[in-house]
Structure formats: structure tokens, C-alpha cells
């Protein structure tokens, strides 16, 4: 299974993400000039990265034990096996596990009234893995189980995740390019009620088309673009595909863009590099980086086998259901 194409996909996109946490924790919610003050510029990482990391293995243990496939409910059970992943959580996380653990509201509605966030979109690549070149599912399935986190008037986060995991599934088609996954990150969003978060990626890769430079890019989308929290995922999913388009979807500049882009690096850098890793394979990675990973944390490459496992499992399974109409 380690050998194929799709674990290559599949542990590119585990990896770029992770790297990506890892590289943009140490200046999180920095602006991009103190970043360049104090690092100059951001070209390593270490460390196993933050709340963004530990909940997409909260999603991949849920769908690993549900057969690749997930609700609100079987998220909800896995975060509370993983109590231990608490204290990264950030709030409007820490609200609902509250809720759910005290039985205070059911995990459909735990969503409802909490702080608007990236807590949904920046982990949400699983999805797209278990919905490998299916980016319309991939959405619908996202849009579900980031409803656990937020619903109601932050809808719009959910929205993101949506985004997110269509990318990722685009990402991971054998034959994409990288106006293919942007596309696709938009095309399946609720055409009025996402509207907003459309609106917001049409607005910011465009600016990156007409720009053409990461620096120049990186200016006006401070000036026009930045939100009261940095967290907001009206501001960090466009940001996140925009930065992967001006880099070409390569895996190495996308998440030294996103690390040195200020604000929510962690969480931009994880989204944009599990992104540019599914598009790209594990071949795409500086092998240094995968090598210290590997060092570092080797539960990964196992993890992707996994992930693996499942995707062609559910693969199997629309090919059985395709058969009956034949």
C-alpha cells in the first residue's frame, strides 16, 4: 500500500500539513514585518506543531475507526478520547468539548453561538484524503462535521472548511493543476449562503493574478483583506489559496510564504501545505524535512498507510455501488 501513488498523495498531504503547523507556531499572530525584524526569514521548523496538528488526528482517529466515514456525532466521540489534546485547544474548540462532555447541548447544535475561528478548516484535510478526487463530497462531508465547532452565524467557517477539503480532494487527483484546485475549493460552497467566503477567495486570488509577487501580494492584502481576529477564517482560507497559487503549488515555497506572511502563519501554513503536499507527493518535499519528520515523529508514515487503507476502501465501495447499474 506504501508504495502507490495515493499513500504518496496521501503522506504528502499528512506531512505538508504538519510542517506547515510547525513552521508557522513560532510566529504566530506576528505582522510579516516583526517577523522579518526578528527571523529575517523563516526557512526551518521543529517541534511537532500545535491544536491544529492534534485536531486532524482527532479527525483521522474518528474516521479510521468509523470506516472513513464521519458525523458530527463520531467527531464528537473522538474528541473526548483525546482529552489529553485539551489545553491546545483554542475556544471556541474548548466550547463545544464542554458542551458535549457535560451533555449540556447534543454535537449537532454544540456548534451553535461559538467564536468564529479556523478551528474547522485548518484540520479538515482528512476529508479531502478519504474523498480523494471527489471534491464535491469531500465539501458536503466537511461542511457536516465542521458544524461540530460552528454553525449558526459563523456558518461562514464551516464554509471554509468546506473550501479546504475540496481543495484538498482536487489536490489529489492524479492529473490537477493548480487553477484546478482553486476552482474546485469554490465551486462546491452554498452559492448564497457562502457567498461571502466566495466573494473573499475570488477577491484575493485575483489580486495574487494581477500582482503576480508574493511581497506585493502580501502589502495590499493587509491594507484591504485583515480581519478583527487573525483566527478569522473570512481572512486565512483566502489567504491560504492565494498564497498557494503565487507559489505555483509547490510544496517548499508554499509554506515559507505562508510561515513569513504574518498573522495566523500556523494555521495558513498547515492548511496551504497539506494542500500543496496532496498536489505535489512526498516527492515534492525537500528531503530533509521529510527525513526529520521522520525522525521526529515516524507515527506519520503509518498514519498515511492508514488513511490509505480507508481511502481505497471507500474507493471499493463506489465502485461496488457503480456495478449495480451496470
Known sequence: MNKTELFDKVYGCLLGGLIGDAFGAPVEGMHYK??????GKVTTFSGAGTDDSAIKLIICRALLKHGGYITMDELAESFLAHEEFFELFYIPVRNMYYKIK?????????G?????????????????????ANPRQAA??????????????????????AAIAAATAEAMRKSTTVDAIITAAKAYLHKKSAKVMIDRINAAVTLAKE???????????YETSLEYLIC???????????????????????????????????TIASMAGAIAG????????????????????????QLAADMTEITVKRINEWKEYCRNFN
Open 102 to 110: 457535560n451533555d449540556i447541548t447534543l454535537p449537532v447544535d454544540a
Open 112 to 132: 451553535f453561538g461559538n467564536m468564529h475561528s479556523s478551528s474547522s478548516a485548518m484540520a479538515i484535510s482528512p476529508m479531502g484524503i478519504v474523498n480523494a
Open 278 to 301: 496532496a498536489y505535489n507527493g512526498i516527492a515534492g518535499f525537500p528531503d530533509a524535512w521529510v527525513q526529520h519528520i521522520e525522525k521526529e515523529n515516524s507515527t506519520q508514515r
Open 140 to 161: 458536503i462531508e466537511a461542511y457536516e462535521v465542521a458544524g461540530l465547532v460552528h454553525s449558526g452565524p459563523a456558518a461562514f467557517c464551516r464554509d471554509g472548511a
Open 232 to 266: 478569522d477564517s473570512r481572512e486565512t482560507i483566502p489567504a491560504t489559496l492565494a498564497l498557494f497559487y503565487l507559489a505555483k503549488g509547490d510544496v517548499e515555497t508554499t509554506i515559507i510564504y505562508s510561515a513569513n506572511f504574518g498573522r495566523d502563519t500556523d
Open 34 to 39: 516583526d517577523i522579518a525584524e526578528k527571523y
Open 211 to 221: 500582482v503576480g509577487n508574493y511581497e506585493k501580494f502580501r502589502e495590499i492584502y
